[in-house]
């Protein structure tokens, strides 16, 4: 039975259901060697510690990112307006997608697949939490491709960015051309 067959989830949960039982096993054999043990509290504290590391370690990067519509609909890429700097911030998932602490010593890097168009650079938030930092350096370029990794050797993440022209309404403009006219009696004021 080939890989794709099986699915690469199933896959994983059974490596994962195997580790488990090799650990309460070794748990148990080292309480079975023990003159004094309490097999029914030590051995399930540290198989309880033990998964606990297991699945409260982070695996993936992710990005804090705001939700971006137009006319109500979700967009697709992140679309940077070419008149802002956006910083987002980087956080660290585990396998189950629980946001977690970024591990100790952990270094991120940021790439631009178009790094004359859109620049890229590993920044803090407000809150100084690491964060990345894009700053458009031409009016529109769409299909951008950041990619953030790190020294811990997490899954990178990785976001499309559209650097858009900034249509946000900053006057008010009346449309002449297109006024409709409807007819009226003739007002008995002669005027001022």
């Known amino acids: 039975?080939?890989?794709?067959?099986?699915?690469?989830?199933?896959?994983?949960?059974?490596?994962?259901a195997a580790s488990i039982v090799s650990m309460m096993l070794e748990l148990l054999l080292k309480c079975a060697k023990a003159e004094v043990c309490d097999r029914g509290t030590m051995a399930f504290q540290q198989l309880v510690e033990a998964l606990y590391m297991f699945y409260h370690k982070p695996t993936v990067i992710g990005l804090e990112l705001p939700t971006r519509t137009k006319k109500g609909k979700l967009m697709p890429n992140y679309e940077?307006?070419?008149?802002?700097?956006?910083?987002?911030?980087?956080?660290?998932?585990?396998a189950a997608g629980t946001t977690e602490p970024v591990p100790t010593g952990d270094v991120f890097s940021v790439t631009?697949?178009?790094?004359?168009?859109?620049?890229?650079?590993?920044?803090?938030?407000k809150g100084g939490n690491p964060a990345i930092v894009l700053t458009p350096l031409v009016q529109v370029s769409p299909g951008i491709t950041v990619t953030?990794?790190?020294?811990?050797?997490?899954?990178?993440?990785?976001?499309v960015v559209d650097i858009v022209q900034d249509v946000t309404p900053s006057n008010i403009?009346?449309?002449?051309?297109?006024?409709?006219?409807?007819?009226?009696?003739?007002?008995?004021?002669?005027?001022?």
Request: proline letters at 8%; glycine letters at 6%.
């Open 1 to 16: 039975m080939s890989l794709n067959a099986i699915g690469k989830s199933t896959v994983l949960a059974i490596l994962i």
């Open 112 to 125: 631009s697949s178009k790094p004359a168009s859109l620049g890229t650079a590993v920044g803090t938030d």
């Open 173 to 192: 403009v009346l449309d002449t051309a297109d006024a409709t006219h409807v007819s009226q009696p003739v007002p008995a004021s002669p005027g001022p």
């Open 80 to 94: 940077l307006p070419n008149d802002e700097i956006d910083t987002i911030t980087i956080k660290t998932q585990n």
């Open 148 to 159: 953030v990794s790190d020294t811990a050797g997490l899954k990178v993440a990785t976001l």
